[in-house]
């Protein structure tokens, strides 16, 4: 069975307004009351934590992404991702018994300003980089080196533990779509009525994913599923 499970934190929140509180550790019921019925899982998140919100850890705020007025301190958008990702990958460990694969995060392409503010992508070729020396963008290059680190901790468990190695997989995607800016529907696409005319962050298909899941397929493959 092939199904997709939307959790934009991959942990508990719930919404109040514009604002999310985000419980940095406990995973999201949304997918862990799931686990059981799959063998693999392909799991991600990253661009919802630039969302304002204020965060929790043992039901307890310990801090928000900007300032609310609360009494606490401000935190970083990336350290708390970065407890999020530890979360998840723990309890992936220790309680689901089949293949997680820890997919890295795609980069957009907005020229001339941002999602909400009238950014455009009207590239159509990829970028040519064959000795890929061309620099991520720095917020994109500080997501992944989170997720990065949080797999490089999480294999660490494993060897620690004696567990199978091929429990935990790393499908990083991240700099190959960035050498896409062409990937991506713009304005040619079904748009809701509050989002903006262009999308330059989401992938148009047949398209940039199907290289992914060709990588995926390699990763799996290795593993002897």
């Known amino acids: 069975m092939l199904a997709y499970r939307r959790s934009v934190f991959l942990v508990n929140f719930t919404q109040d307004g514009n604002t999310y509180n985000i419980h940095l550790d406990i995973p999201d019921v949304m997918w862990t009351n799931l686990l059981d019925s799959y063998n693999i899982a392909i799991i991600s998140t990253g661009y919802w934590y630039f969302r304002s919100s204020v965060y929790y850890l043992n039901n307890t705020t310990v801090g928000t992404s900007s300032s609310f007025g609360l009494n606490t301190s401000v935190y970083a958008i990336y350290p708390a991702m970065q407890i999020a990702w530890d979360t998840v990958l723990r309890y992936m460990l220790k309680e689901f018994k089949g293949i997680t694969v820890m997919r890295t995060i795609t980069v957009p392409h907005f020229e001339s300003s941002s999602w909400y503010n009238g950014g455009n992508c009207n590239k159509t070729q990829p970028f040519f980089d064959p000795l890929m020396k061309e620099p991520l963008p720095w917020a994109n290059e500080r997501m992944t080196r989170v997720q990065t680190q949080a797999f490089k901790k999480a294999m660490d468990y494993i060897n620690e533990n004696s567990m199978d190695p091929k429990k935990l997989l790393l499908l990083n995607i991240t700099y190959s779509s960035f050498l896409r800016p062409d990937g991506h529907p713009g304005a040619y696409r079904i748009q809701k009525p509050?989002?903006?005319?262009?999308?330059?962050?989401?992938?148009?298909?047949?398209?940039?994913?199907?290289?992914?899941?060709?990588?995926?397929?390699?990763?799996?493959?290795?593993?002897?599923v």
Do not use: A, Q
């Open 194 to 224: 509050d989002e903006p005319r262009n999308d330059c962050l989401h992938w148009c298909l047949p398209g940039v994913i199907d290289m992914w899941n060709e990588i995926l397929l390699e990763l799996l493959l290795g593993t002897s």
